[in-house]
Nanobody, 114 residues
Framework: QVQLVESGGGLVQPGGSLRLTCVAS????????MKWYRQTPGNERELVAG????????NYADSVKGRFTIFRDNVKNTVYLQMNSLKPEDTAVYYC???????WGQGTQVTVSS
């Protein structure tokens, strides 16, 4: 059974940083692409970042390029999203995704506000 468990969200001031963590289980993590999405009320989930199975290839939404970094630890079965220079418009629920399995975590709330 594929499980994804996110953590690390919270309230942060504009310009601050957070690191989100997603721990995966139930599949051979190191073989698969992983992604982070976010969603605000009334809107569809938006792709934020993706990373290849070995971590050598990453891609980002234009809105977060240069501020967010996705990386993974295939020993710990964990994918991370380092978020710097946060803006109020980054406020959302952030979800970890394993696209090959159509699986989602429960989400973690990120709120950027002064």
């Amino acid at each position: 059974q594929v499980q994804l468990v996110e953590s690390g969200g919270g309230l942060v001031q504009p310009g601050g940083s957070l690191r989100l963590t997603c721990v995966a289980s139930g599949f051979r993590f190191r073989d698969y692409i992983m992604k982070w999405y976010r969603q605000t009320p009334g809107n569809e989930r938006e792709l934020v970042a993706g990373i290849s199975s070995l971590g050598g290839v990453t891609n980002y939404a234009d809105s977060v390029k240069g501020r967010f970094t996705i990386f993974r630890d295939n020993v710990k079965n964990t994918v991370y999203l380092q978020m710097n220079s946060l803006k109020p418009e980054d406020t959302a629920v952030y979800y970890c995704n394993a696209p090959n399995f159509g699986s989602w975590g429960q989400g973690t709330q990120v709120t950027v506000s002064s």
